[in-house]
């Protein structure tokens, strides 16, 4: 929000743009959302967006963009190699982070393939501040070990600590001097906490990580994928940032870095991915990946037009009054859910809104894939879509035993500037009544579980009737109302 203050003392979220163009959403009566559900496998990825009141599945792909980005889109350079709109976006790239080389691809997971084949040895490890779900199977193909040493804070629901997603400095310690720098094949910065509930990394954290990784030669990479929020965050919570532009911050954090990624359906409110690196050698190994896995490097598996909103979606980023819209959202819904003791993560992240389900549903067993259940749950309360972040966006551990998460977390993502704060209001509203009713959820079990990424596609049953019921008392509580 901008600096503005309302008389009642009221701190309420204000819109710094407003709607020129909208899409018509459904709202299906209660009965229906049971039946979309039950279709669905009780996977929210696999229900159909028309019958979807709010997509708040992810912010990945479906942020609003600017009507800048729209005219830039008719402006790009269709050529298969040597396209001018290649060399707008690397101009911009170049402007914002000042690293050396940039190479294009088509999103973020393909990114991540051409880091880890790069870069990863079978028996390798890999130390990060947590895994994200795509990085962790690029690295666990290739043979790589995934060890997370996020700061403890970062993996408690409730908590005042300003950024969770630090590393544990003297866990990285510890864990170079166990592994040897030799074994290590690079340590990952996530900027925005995905999956612990969208949480920030501070810029003292990138600085002490990146100084011991340059005294031990170990190779520093930034996933820049939430890049846009965790800087909201260090200008809003880091005392020392707060008179410092955007755009300086931006670019003291790639000077720490060796390696910055991102996946452009999030950063820059576009649809596609990028590398940056300093690394010529680096830089010209990975490369061939990019014509290989993407498409000649002036593209690199993406639209042009795309390229060309990209680069105008990364230019707005460095705009606070662009980047504080999706987490002063989040907040608000965060507020309202908290005020009628909805258990969610604190402080508020970017990204969305996390209920945690190990509270709200604790009387479900782990193993029945508690979040899950809960994001179903969401669903038929309310036709909101949310995404499980918990054990059911796990993988199994190599013996095939069920690998719990840390979290079981119902995500409710904000895709920037997409809802207003009265569809936020109602979302609340409807999870607020779900919780009252919370004891009518139960568990899930898979009939069909991919061996990879098994939440894409994973088809569960619900153990029990409790879908049923919980329509049932939907009904009987709200009448005639959808
Ligand atoms: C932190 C992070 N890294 C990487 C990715 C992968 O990006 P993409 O979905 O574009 O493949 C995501 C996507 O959600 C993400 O949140």
Same mark, same amino acid.
């Given at each position: 929000?901008?600096?503005?203050?309302?008389?009642?003392?009221?701190?309420?979220?204000?819109?710094?743009?407003?709607?020129?163009?909208?899409?018509?959403?459904?709202?299906?009566?209660?009965?229906?959302?049971?039946?979309?559900?039950?279709?669905?496998?009780?996977?929210?990825?696999?229900?159909?967006?028309?019958?979807?009141?709010?997509?708040?599945?992810?912010?990945?792909?479906?942020?609003?963009?600017?009507?800048?980005?729209?005219?830039?889109?008719?402006?790009?350079?269709?050529?298969?190699?040597?396209?001018?709109?290649?060399?707008?976006?690397?101009?911009?790239?170049?402007?914002?982070?000042?690293?050396?080389?940039?190479?294009?691809?088509?999103?973020?997971?393909?990114?991540?393939?051409?880091?880890?084949?790069?870069?990863?040895?079978?028996?390798?490890?890999?130390?990060?501040?947590?895994?994200?779900?795509?990085?962790?199977?690029?690295?666990?193909? =290739?043979?790589?070990? &995934?060890?997370? #040493?996020?700061?403890? $804070? %970062?993996?408690?629901?409730?908590? @005042? !600590?300003?950024?969770? +997603?630090?590393?544990?400095?003297?866990?990285?310690?510890?864990?170079?001097?166990?592994?040897?720098?030799?074994?290590?094949?690079?340590?990952?910065?996530?900027?925005?906490?995905?999956?612990?509930?969208?949480?920030?990394?501070?810029?003292? =954290?990138?600085?002490? &990580?990146?100084? #011991?990784?340059?005294? $031990? %030669?170990?190779?520093?990479?930034? @996933? !820049?994928?939430?890049? +846009?929020?965790?800087?909201?965050?260090?200008?809003?919570?880091?005392?020392?940032?707060?008179?410092?532009?955007?755009?300086?911050?931006?670019?003291?954090?790639?000077?720490?870095?060796?390696?910055?990624?991102?996946?452009?359906?999030?950063?820059?409110?576009?649809?596609?991915?990028? #590398?940056?690196?300093?690394?010529?050698?680096?830089?010209?190994?990975?490369?061939?990946?990019?014509?290989?896995?993407?498409?000649?490097?002036?593209?690199?598996?993406?639209?042009?037009?795309?390229?060309?909103?990209?680069?105008?979606?990364?230019?707005?980023?460095?705009?606070?009054?662009?980047?504080?819209?999706?987490?002063?959202?989040?907040?608000?819904?965060?507020?309202?859910?908290?005020?009628?003791?909805?258990?969610?993560?604190?402080?508020?992240?970017?990204?969305?809104?996390?209920?945690?389900?190990?509270?709200?549903?604790?009387?479900?067993?782990?193993?029945?894939?508690?979040?899950?259940?809960?994001?179903?749950?969401?669903?038929?309360?309310?036709?909101?879509?949310?995404?499980?972040?918990?054990?059911?966006?796990?993988?199994?551990?190599?013996?095939?035993?069920?690998?719990?998460?840390?979290?079981?977390?119902?995500?409710?993502?904000?895709?920037?500037?997409?809802?207003?704060?009265?569809?936020?209001?109602?979302?609340?509203?409807?999870?607020?009544?779900?919780?009252?009713?919370?004891?009518?959820?139960?568990?899930?079990?898979?009939?069909?579980?991919?061996?990879?990424?098994?939440?894409?596609?994973?088809?569960?049953?619900?153990?029990?009737?409790?879908?049923?019921?919980?329509?049932?008392?939907?009904?009987?509580?709200?009448?005639?109302?959808?």
């Amino acid at each position: 929000m901008s600096n503005v203050k309302f008389m009642s003392g009221e701190n309420i979220p204000l819109e710094m743009h407003k709607v020129r163009m909208v899409q018509k959403v459904n709202l299906l009566p209660v009965e229906e959302r049971l039946k979309c559900i039950k279709e669905a496998g009780f996977n929210t990825f696999l229900l159909n967006n028309r019958d979807i009141f709010m997509d708040m599945l992810t912010d990945s792909g479906v942020n609003a963009m600017s009507q800048e980005q729209y005219a830039a889109m008719m402006n790009a350079d269709d050529s298969y190699a040597g396209s001018e709109t290649y060399y707008r976006l690397e101009a911009v790239l170049k402007d914002i982070f000042a690293m050396e080389y940039f190479l294009p691809a088509h999103q973020g997971r393909a990114c991540e393939n051409i880091i880890a084949r790069s870069l990863i040895k079978p028996g390798m490890v890999t130390i990060m501040n947590y895994h994200f779900t795509t990085t962790k199977a690029h690295i666990t193909l =290739n043979g790589g070990i &995934v060890e997370e #040493i996020v700061s403890d $804070e %970062g993996l408690k629901i409730t908590s @005042d !600590a300003p950024f969770k +997603g630090d590393i544990d400095i003297n866990k990285l310690k510890k864990s170079i001097a166990l592994h040897g720098k030799d074994k290590i094949a690079f340590v990952r910065i996530e900027a925005g906490t995905n999956l612990i509930g969208g949480q920030p990394v501070s810029m003292d =954290n990138v600085r002490e &990580v990146s100084k #011991i990784c340059r005294n $031990e %030669g170990i190779r520093l990479v930034y @996933d !820049a994928s939430l890049l +846009g929020d965790n800087l909201y965050f260090i200008k809003k919570r880091d005392e020392k940032y707060k008179d410092v532009d955007i755009k300086s911050i931006t670019r003291e954090i790639a000077s720490l870095v060796d390696v910055l990624y991102f996946s452009a359906r999030k950063l820059g409110s576009a649809r596609g991915g990028g #590398i940056l690196i300093n690394d010529k050698d680096l830089y010209m190994n990975m490369r061939e990946f990019v014509t290989l896995y993407e498409g000649f490097l002036t593209y690199g598996g993406m639209s042009v037009r795309e390229m060309e909103a990209l680069a105008v979606g990364l230019v707005e980023t460095m705009d606070m009054e662009v980047i504080n819209q999706t987490p002063i959202i989040v907040e608000a819904l965060c507020n309202e859910l908290l005020a009628k003791g909805v258990p969610v993560v604190t402080p508020p992240g970017g990204l969305g809104c996390h209920v945690d389900a190990m509270q709200f549903c604790s009387h479900v067993p782990q193993a029945e894939y508690k979040a899950g259940a809960l994001a179903s749950a969401i669903f038929i309360a309310s036709g909101v879509r949310c995404m499980e972040r918990g054990t059911l966006s796990e993988q199994r551990n190599a013996d095939g035993s069920e690998r719990y998460a840390e979290m079981e977390l119902a995500r409710i993502a904000v895709p920037r500037r997409v809802f207003t704060l009265s569809q936020v209001k109602y979302t609340a509203d409807r999870i607020s009544w779900l919780y009252k009713n919370r004891e009518i959820i139960g568990g899930l079990r898979f009939v069909e579980e991919p061996k990879m990424l098994r939440f894409f596609f994973g088809r569960l049953e619900s153990i029990g009737n409790w879908p049923d019921i919980l329509a049932t008392q939907f009904r009987k509580d709200f009448g005639e109302s959808l």
